[in-house]
């Protein structure tokens, strides 16, 4: 599955959405990936993670829902070094 580029289950990816006229694909969500740069971008400069995900926290950055009642963070808007 992987070498045809399709997906192998897993959490739901931040800056993807499934593609709707094929669900093993992923398209890009364009909201989303602007919060992965900016992600990216203030690790690039230095930043721990931790004050990553303090920011992040902070500014109420959404994060994918799982929809799991398991990940009671994300459903609470904190975001967590392993995110």
Same mark, same amino acid.
Request: aromatic share 6%; with cysteine; charged share 35%.
């Given at each position: 599955?992987?070498?045809?580029?399709?997906?192998? *289950?897993g959490?739901?990816?931040?800056?993807?959405d499934?593609d709707?006229?094929?669900?093993? +694909? #992923?398209?890009?969500?364009?909201? $989303?990936?602007?919060?992965?740069k900016?992600?990216?971008?203030?690790y690039?400069d *230095?930043?721990s993670?931790?004050?990553?995900?303090?920011h992040?926290?902070k500014?109420s950055? +959404? #994060?994918k829902?799982?929809?799991? $009642?398991?990940y009671?963070?994300?459903?609470?808007?904190r975001?967590?070094?392993?995110?």
């Amino acid at each position: 599955r992987a070498m045809r580029g399709l997906v192998n *289950g897993g959490s739901p990816l931040l800056g993807y959405d499934r593609d709707p006229t094929n669900a093993g +694909k #992923r398209i890009v969500n364009d909201a $989303e990936a602007a919060l992965v740069k900016e992600i990216y971008a203030m690790y690039d400069d *230095g930043q721990s993670l931790s004050s990553i995900t303090d920011h992040l926290t902070k500014e109420s950055a +959404k #994060r994918k829902d799982c929809g799991s $009642e398991k990940y009671r963070h994300i459903k609470e808007g904190r975001w967590t070094i392993k995110a």
